[in-house]
């Protein structure tokens, strides 16, 4: 496990999809996520099959947040060129950690 960083502070568990499966799996299946996942690469998502709304932030190539939208569940995403990351959390969590447009994160471990 993982945490997800920003400014130094600890804003939440972090898991990490890297491989094609990983990703492809996300978070379908479950009912719920404490904290958040990366995926990357990642230039769009979907929440077919979701059980749950999520907040997706777009993330360049240095995690700094360049796009952030809640989506419904059984939407289709629209890419993102400038993402090289995807970072999806339960609907809301963005708004309790002040997550935001430019915003720099670091994954720890």
Do not use: N
């Not at 491989?19 to 379908?28: F, N």
């Not at 990642?42 to 989506?71: Q, W």
């Amino acid at each position: 496990m993982a945490w997800l960083v920003r400014d130094g502070e600890v804003l939440a568990p972090l898991e990490v999809a890297e491989t094609v499966a990983a990703r492809s799996r996300g978070l379908l299946g479950r009912d719920g996520i404490d904290g958040a996942l990366l995926l990357r690469p990642a230039m769009s998502v979907h929440t077919l099959g979701m059980r749950f709304d999520i907040d997706v932030a777009f993330c360049d190539a240095e995690l700094v947040v360049v796009a952030t939208t809640g989506m419904a569940r059984w939407r289709l995403g629209a890419p993102r060129l400038r993402a090289r990351s995807i970072l999806e959390a339960e609907a809301g969590a963005f708004d309790r950690w002040g997550l935001r447009p430019g915003d720099a994160l670091e994954v720890r471990p």
